[in-house]
């Protein structure tokens, strides 16, 4: 997997307004993974940019960690009840883990408390999340 292409890809469609941070990561995996599921299956997303559409304040869980966590569970996770799915909590740990290490903080109001609401320095930092979480992501699913 691109590791690179899918950051491109992630960063491109929140900063064209395409999609916002959840929607462009799960879009991007889709696209790279050759679409095992509709193209709709970004709708699954819509409702989690902005710390789950709190808009002017964010709400309190990163719309771009939870698109991460959603990739992970279109690749690991389990569809038929009872069926197993071994790596899909770890992974999600590991991503969890990893975000909020990197950042200081998973959710999404206190990442954007430094800005203005809309402002470019709000948008130029969430793209780069969106980024951040696409790469590392890549780097977690099988080759």
Avoid at 1 to 6: F, S, V
Avoid at 104 to 117: A, H, K, M, P
């Amino acid at each position: 997997m691109d590791r690179l292409a899918l950051r491109a890809t992630s960063e491109d469609l929140y900063r064209s307004g395409q999609f916002l941070c959840s929607e462009a990561i799960v879009y991007a995996f889709n696209e790279a993974l050759g679409r095992p599921f509709p193209k709709e299956v970004v709708k699954l997303a819509s409702a989690f940019p902005v710390g789950m559409g709190v808009l002017g304040t964010g709400g309190c869980s990163c719309g771009a960690l939870s698109g991460g966590m959603m990739v992970l569970g279109m690749v690991y996770g389990r569809s038929e009840p009872g069926s197993e799915a071994p790596d899909v909590l770890a992974k999600a740990k590991e991503l969890h883990d990893w975000f909020a290490a990197e950042k200081g903080s998973t959710c999404c109001r206190v990442l954007i408390r430094n800005f203005e609401f809309g402002s470019p320095e709000h948008i130029d930092q969430c793209v780069a999340f969106t980024g951040d979480v696409a790469e590392r992501v890549a780097s977690m699913l099988p080759e």
